[in-house]
């Protein structure tokens, strides 16, 4: 590893390979790094090594994600697998570990690709073990082929049904699937149909997936307004709302999905500054026609800048590289220009259909706001939502307050999994938009390392380090 | 946890609490325990609540686990080895010296 490079890409997804691909094809020395074993983010997850006898179970998308990986393969990107990012400062200095070993480096240009993650999901009893998300369902999928038999579904959004259908291709058993869809969102949807209509082949895919989990036995209700995760030590039961009463469904593994939201963590405590997107209910960076953020020399693209889905990220990411090119002095721009327009066509094509997802898979103001006081939102340092609730009454302002009135948006995890709920939270009680109440501040590390790797950052790496020498 | 049908695989043993159990090259700890019926992780500092796997992506940090005497691992995101010692965390996580190797 060099101590620079031209372009530094943080995220192995569609974005980041696509990015880290472009720039090294036009001559620049990249280097990408990424917190998993194998690129391919979380959509092309374990894609490489993939052995699942069955290829019909993940799909021909998943498998597409075979020629991304094998232009990164063929190029001179330096791909830095298993190493997590914990700091990109304003300096565009990057902090990684890897190996039980931290280390610094520059990069003239640095393109964050972190990604999204799903969005909290806060009920009563979503800490029970047991409840995790549809995504990391699919995660087990596409690592080792785990599964978890009679789960219950809850929830909505493309993914949601995504993987239930996955499910039922590979002959799992599903117990039910509570869909928690807003009904006034097909009504508000509609006035977005017509343009994505432009992308019928998604429209149909997405409409077969719902149509044949229906038609397959699998108990399916819809309207849900309300439900509750109940289990002493692992999730024993699910209870919803649905038709003015209280249900039970006895299962043992819950599925909790309502759309996934920018992975912001790393942009954000580099100081890039983040806009409120109420369409999509997130806040992602602010990013000019190049990808660049309000930092010079700091690109922020794919998901991470604004939810659209693979394909358009991989396209978002060869952009960023090429504006990160011509900043770098690697191309004219001319030739940025002229490489970007064929992708600009496409990514126009893409993208067509998103608003249309984003209202009707919007997800409902009770399962993002809790009503019910005992809910926890903050699951590490275990803050509920009537303690945060108080301490708005106590004249709590927004979340950076919130942390001192609370802990929460302390723990490990930092915020990425409350500071969404909390916000909102706010700015419900306040009667606020949550644009005004503001974002959770992040700061580095924003994942933990260890102090001995900090330590070890003060000895120069040319001289022996007295601990092992 | 049943497993769906795959090619090749590679298994290893590793240890959950004391007890042997049959992972595969690949799996994450994660994955590994959840494939052998565990699914409490670990208990928290706060409550003392049981926790497991949620988001799987290395985001939530719900999955922390002592792995060869370290503490505060993901164990989603991390690999899993042969002979590796795993263990439920029990609250905050112990400090003490050690080369940070798993």
Not at chain 1, 161 to 180: E, F, S
Not at chain 1, 221 to 249: F, L, M, P
Not at chain 1, 452 to 469: Q, R, S, T
């Amino acid at each position: 590893m060099k101590p620079n490079y031209d372009i530094a890409v943080i995220g192995a997804g569609p974005a980041g390979m696509a990015a880290a691909a472009t720039a090294a094809g036009q001559g620049a020395t990249v280097l990408l790094i990424d917190e998993q074993d194998t690129p391919g983010g979380q959509i092309y997850r374990s894609l490489s090594r993939q052995n699942l006898k069955d290829k019909a179970i993940l799909g021909p998308e998943y498998y597409a994600g075979h020629k991304l990986i094998a232009e990164l393969e063929t190029s001179r990107v330096e791909y830095c697998p298993g190493t997590t990012v914990w700091q990109v400062s304003e300096e565009r200095e990057i902090g990684i570990s890897g190996n039980g070993a931290a280390r610094l480096l520059t990069a003239d240009q640095i393109i964050i690709a972190t990604g999204a993650q799903e969005r909290p999901f806060p009920v009563l009893g979503w800490t029970l073990p047991g409840v995790m998300g549809a995504g990391a369902a699919q995660v087990l999928l596409k690592t080792g082929g785990v599964t978890l038999p009679d789960a219950v579904f809850v929830g909505t959004g493309p993914l949601l049904y995504l993987v239930a259908h996955q499910y039922l291709r590979a002959g799992i058993p599903i117990k039910a699937i509570l869909d928690t869809t807003p009904q006034g969102n097909t009504f508000r949807a509609l006035a977005h149909l017509p343009k994505a209509l432009a992308d019928l082949p998604s429209l149909i895919k997405g409409r077969r997936w719902i149509s044949q989990l229906r038609a397959s036995g699998i108990a399916f209700i819809k309207h849900v307004g309300d439900v509750r995760c109940v289990g002493e030590d692992t999730v024993e039961a699910i209870e919803y709302w649905q038709s003015g009463q209280w249900n039970r469904i006895e299962t043992q593994a819950v599925f909790l999905h309502q759309g996934v939201v920018p992975n912001v963590n790393l942009a954000m405590a580099a100081g890039c500054e983040h806009i409120w997107n109420n369409a999509q209910l997130c806040w992602h960076a602010k990013t000019d026609k190049w990808s660049q953020s309000s930092i010079p020399g700091i690109s922020v693209t794919g998901d991470g800048a604004g939810i659209n889905g693979a394909k358009s990220a991989e396209i978002s990411g060869r952009i960023a590289a090429l504006g990160a090119l011509h900043r770098c002095d690697l191309i004219d721009t001319a030739a940025r220009d002229r490489l970007a327009a064929p992708a600009r066509r496409a990514l126009a094509r893409e993208v067509r259909i998103r608003p249309f997802l984003d209202a009707l898979f919007r997800p409902s103001q009770n399962f993002r706001v809790p009503a019910n006081d005992q809910t926890i939102v903050c699951r590490c340092e275990e803050v509920t939502a009537g303690a945060i609730r108080e301490a708005v009454d106590l004249g709590c302002m927004g979340p950076n307050q919130l942390k001192s009135f609370t802990r929460c948006g302390m723990g490990p995890c930092q915020g990425r999994m409350c500071s969404l709920t909390a916000t909102e939270i706010i700015a419900q009680s306040r009667n606020e938009t949550v644009a005004n109440i503001g974002a959770m501040r992040l700061r580095p590390p924003v994942k933990p390392l260890l102090l001995g790797e900090l330590a070890d950052l003060a000895i120069p790496p040319d001289e022996p380090n007295p601990k092992v020498g | 946890m049943p497993r769906l049908d795959r090619n090749g695989d590679t298994s290893v043993s590793i240890e959950f609490e004391g007890v042997a159990i049959s992972a595969f090259e690949g799996d994450s700890v994660a994955a590994a325990l959840l494939s052998n019926g565990y699914r409490n992780f670990r208990d928290t500092p706060v409550n003392g609540a049981s926790r497991g796997a949620f988001c799987m992506m290395g985001v939530c940090f719900d999955c922390l686990v002592e792995i060869n005497g370290i503490g505060n691992i993901q164990a989603c995101m991390t690999e899993v080895r042969a002979g590796m010692h795993i263990r439920r965390q029990r609250g905050a996580r112990d400090i003490h010296a050690q080369d940070g190797s798993l």
